[in-house]
């Protein structure tokens, strides 16, 4: 599996001009990793996307104004997103991972 952490898109930036970052973008061919066009994108998503407990309200806020923008970003450019909240954490498999990706066609 062709992957890379920690990926990003030069055009997609918080409020404050920082480049958003997504945990993994998975890659079908090594000339799709090349041009940089993944065939999903994962996030993990820790228990700080949904509950303002270890931030600020304005960090919070800010948290989910990013997560939005990804989203936002993945459905205007057609780019398959996978969101895992931590409550999924224990019941994900790679293969079930996959099956979103859609490798199993």
């Keep these: ?4 952490t920690e990926f990003s898109f030069p055009d997609l930036k918080s409020d404050r001009g920082n480049l958003l970052r997504f945990d993994f973008a998975i890659f079908e061919t ?4 090349e ?3 993944p065939k999903a994108l994962i996030e993990l998503q820790g228990e700080q996307h949904f509950k303002q407990k ?3 309200r304005e960090a919070f806020a800010r948290q989910q104004a990013n997560d939005k923008r990804k989203r936002q970003y993945c459905a205007v450019k057609g780019y398959k ?3 895992i909240p931590y409550t999924e954490y224990n019941s994900m498999t790679l293969d079930s991972i996959l099956e979103q ?3 199993f066609d």
């Design 81 to 83: 997103l996978i969101a």
């Design 54 to 56: 270890f931030t600020s």
């Design 35 to 37: 041009m940089e066009h």
């Design 30 to 33: 090594p000339e799709d990793l």
């Design 1 to 4: 599996i062709l992957y890379v």
């Design 101 to 103: 990706c859609q490798f």
